[in-house]
């Protein structure tokens, strides 16, 4: 069978499955829609269902392919039989010219996306498929300890899985782009109902002519579908508040679930739909059911990661949830980063997501520069309730001020643009230039050239006309190192990598530098030979009269903004002679407990970092589990930490305890040889087999031109990435 019949196979199960799930909900709770809502609607409210069957499934290693077909096969069969007989009163005819102004505008762009989102999938974030493609290989849930990414919900990415086993990378593109198809039918259906056709067609061709809404639509991303179950969630809460029923409860509760098993930003949809809820009935009953529904949508994803992870909610609040495989500090510098881009001045802000495209990756189109005039819809019920939704669904946008994460409330900032504008020749001019603007060919005259954003029409590769491996070498250099890892290393390598790769086309274990504790301690053992400041070039030594102790001590006494404390190795003396450590000896740390063992492990290559800034109270303790007269205590640490400021406690069998040291001896510690080996040997022991080197990292050079002194040889290269094998 052609690639291209597989990728519309893979696709076309999954959304057949989706509507299938849909359906059977929507017939089994009696919910009458009028026939032109069943399709968007159902395939929204179907969603959630098939992400919970596909996460008992994945949860049990229960994904096979012939599995996946059985499912997809009764799902759509049983909801053909059991289809409703009686539907709901029809809508208001749209209007002609609104209908033609719609079909006009949205068929040539439906042509792009589905051309893009067929071609192959080289979109920059492509840890989604990434993680599909490794939970297919295990037929189910896996851990994934080294990949944050990996912690996040992922209630999208299940719909994914569904796909693989024949759909693979375009296929779940395709299934993406069918919650934007669906947001722009549902939008249009919402303003028929609502006696607002023209706002509702306008606010859909805004939503879906925009540059963004298309490039992530068309990708294996969740933003859009995030948008489209935000957007169906307020839909279905405006029908029962117009006409309360018990069942239309239950799939909001699923959708405001869904909403966080997308992605955690859209957390807030659980409590908006409880405060609609409430406020309309006035009873707890309701609330409650609303609450259960979306808690079974939540529960499993919070589940697994306390028990993969210890953290209900990794990658964040690990201070709150101390664990082995986030650390405090990369949580923090990721979301300053987060929140900031590197924009200089936030009233950039504006021009970046409108227009330029660049730093924020994407524009939502110059239209929305006239967001603002969408406050005058505050002047009627129905549009104080969508500027409602729009302004509590931009909120996390502040955490994270990629343009992307604009797309959860952008169907609603665009209906209430619409309904304040609500001339139809106003609203038609708008909606035809804003789809001229952000065609590829207008689109790419005025925005940055990096703008993330479709540029073409790639019908070729979209068919394999163009064979897939030449496209994506063409359009990747990722996709390149991607192969190039494959070729050259074992099914069961593991590879350090110093820079995400485009794991979505590897089946290796590549551990990126940034994307795990495990992950920075490599990168931290492998930069020390580089880094003059990370060698252990000083030595502090606590020097007192002899006591007999159980348990000593060394505590931060000053705060020291933005150092970390680091301990390469703590060492204690008794006459002189270093006691021989034993099993019996406890080592806590206090924070980052769980890389103690650092410290005490011989090595000038690894060190026990607090991995936060330092302050008074941190500490590093030796139980040694009998009492050991004792007469010195010394620390080798790095000299990357300025304002280090130290004391010494002894504590007693019988409880008391001793200021043995107040102030340590400060001295240069001699360094070892042979470095660059040591470091090598020490990413040997704990697994790693290759390193993946862009010419661009930190001392690339230096490998490429000792790789004798590292112990490593280079075994292939492409474009700016070298692999080495660790020998």
Same mark, same amino acid.
């Given at each position: 069978?052609?690639? &291209? ?28 829609? *009028? ?35 059985? +499912?997809?096969?009764? +799902? ?21 010219? &609104? ?7 949205? &068929?040539?762009? $439906? ?34 300890? #080294? ?14 899985? @569904? ?10 593109? /395709?299934?993406?782009?069918? @919650? ?16 607002? &056709? ?37 839909? !279905? ?95 923090? %510098? ?17 021009? %970046? ?38 302004? $509590?669904? #931009? ?19 665009? /209906? ?95 551990? *990126? ?8 301690? !490599? ?40 150092? @970390? ?69 010394? +620390? ?21 305890? +001793? ?21 090598? %040997? ?46």
């Amino acid at each position: 069978m052609p690639a &291209a019949l597989y990728v519309l196979l893979g696709a076309g199960l999954t959304i057949g499955a989706i509507l299938g799930c849909g359906s059977l909900l929507l017939s089994a709770l009696r919910i009458r829609l *009028a026939p032109e809502e069943r399709l968007p609607l159902g395939f929204l409210c179907g969603a959630p269902v098939l992400s919970g069957i596909v996460f008992a499934l994945a949860a049990g290693r229960l994904v096979h392919k012939g599995v996946v077909v059985a +499912l997809a096969l009764v +799902l759509i069969a049983a909801a053909w039989r059991l289809r409703p007989r009686v539907a709901g009163d029809a809508l208001p005819p749209l209007p002609r010219g &609104a209908r033609w102004t719609f079909v006009f505008l949205f &068929a040539p762009f $439906l042509f792009l996306y589905v051309a893009n989102a067929m071609a192959p999938e080289w979109s920059p974030d492509s840890y989604h498929l990434g993680l599909v493609s490794r939970y297919y290989r295990a037929h189910g849930l896996v851990p994934v300890t #080294t990949n944050m990414y990996g912690s996040l919900s992922q209630g999208v990415e299940l719909l994914f899985l @569904f796909n693989w086993p024949f759909g693979k990378h375009s296929g779940a593109a /395709l299934v993406h782009l069918a @919650f934007l198809v669906a947001l722009a039918f549902a939008m249009v259906r919402y303003g028929q109902r609502t006696g607002h &056709a023209w706002p509702g067609v306008a606010a859909a061709i805004f939503v879906f002519a925009s540059p963004v809404a298309g490039a992530d639509g068309a990708a294996a991303y969740n933003d859009v579908a995030l948008a489209a179950t935000l957007f169906a969630l307020f839909s !279905l809460l405006e029908r029962w508040r117009a006409a309360p029923q018990s069942g239309l409860l239950i799939p909001v509760g699923l959708l405001a679930g869904f909403g966080y098993a997308i992605k955690y930003t859209a957390f807030l949809a659980v409590p908006y739909a409880l405060a609609v809820v409430l406020w309309k009935a006035r009873k707890l009953k309701p609330a409650i059911l609303v609450a259960a529904c979306a808690a079974v949508m939540i529960a499993p994803w919070m589940i697994k990661n306390w028990a993969t992870l210890g953290n209900p909610v990794s990658p964040f609040l690990n201070a709150v949830f101390p664990n082995p495989f986030v650390h405090v500090s990369f949580e923090r %510098e990721w979301s300053t980063f987060l929140r900031s881009y590197g924009v200089e001045d936030r009233r950039q802000i504006p021009l %970046e997501a409108t227009v330029r495209g660049q730093k924020l990756g994407g524009l939502v189109g110059p239209l929305f520069l006239l967001a603002p005039l969408a406050l005058l819809a505050v002047r009627s019920a129905p549009g104080r309730r969508v500027l409602a939704a729009a302004l $509590l669904f #931009t909120l996390p946008y502040a955490g994270n001020i990629g343009t992307r994460f604009l797309l959860p409330s952008l169907p609603f900032w665009s /209906l209430a643009l619409a309904l304040a504008l609500a001339w139809r020749p106003l609203l038609a001019a708008l909606a035809a230039a804003h789809a001229v603007l952000s065609w590829p060919h207008v689109l790419n005259r005025y925005c940055d050239p990096y703008a993330w954003r479709l540029a073409e029409v790639p019908w070729k590769a979209a068919l394999r006309l163009t064979p897939e491996d030449r496209w994506l070498r063409e359009k990747s250099q990722g996709y390149s190192i991607a192969r190039m890892i494959e070729a050259h290393t074992p099914a069961d390598a593991r590879i350090f990598s110093f820079s995400p790769l485009m794991e979505a086309y590897s089946t290796r274990d590549i551990i *990126a530098g940034y994307q795990g504790a495990e992950n920075q301690v !490599l990168r931290d053992i492998l930069l020390t030979p580089l880094i003059d400041g990370f060698w252990p070039k000083r030595r502090y030594t606590f020097a007192f009269p002899a006591v007999s102790v159980r348990r000593i001590e060394v505590v931060q006494t000053e705060r020291a903004d933005p150092d @970390f404390w680091n301990v390469t190795e703590l060492r204690v003396y008794s006459g002189g002679q270093e006691l021989e450590r034993r099993a019996e000896w406890r080592l806590r740390a206090t924070p980052n407990p769980f890389e103690v063992q650092m410290a005490f492990d011989n090595s000038p290559v690894t060190r026990w970092r607090s991995w936060q800034t330092i302050e008074p109270g941190m500490r590093v303790e030796v139980d040694f589990g009998r009492d050991e007269t004792i007469d010195a205590v010394s +620390l080798e640490m790095s000299d990357d930490q300025h304002k280090v400021r130290m004391r010494l406690n002894g504590h007693t069998s019988d409880g008391r305890t +001793l200021s043995l040291a107040g102030k340590p001896r400060e001295e240069s510690n001699p360094l070892p040889y042979r470095l660059r080996r040591a470091a090598v %040997e020490e990413l040997k022991l704990r697994g790693i087999g290759y390193i993946l080197v862009d010419d661009a990292d930190h001392g690339a050079a230096d490998f490429r031109e000792k790789p004798a002194a590292w112990g490593i040889t280079e075994v292939a290269s492409t474009y700016t990435g070298r692999l080495y094998k660790l020998d």
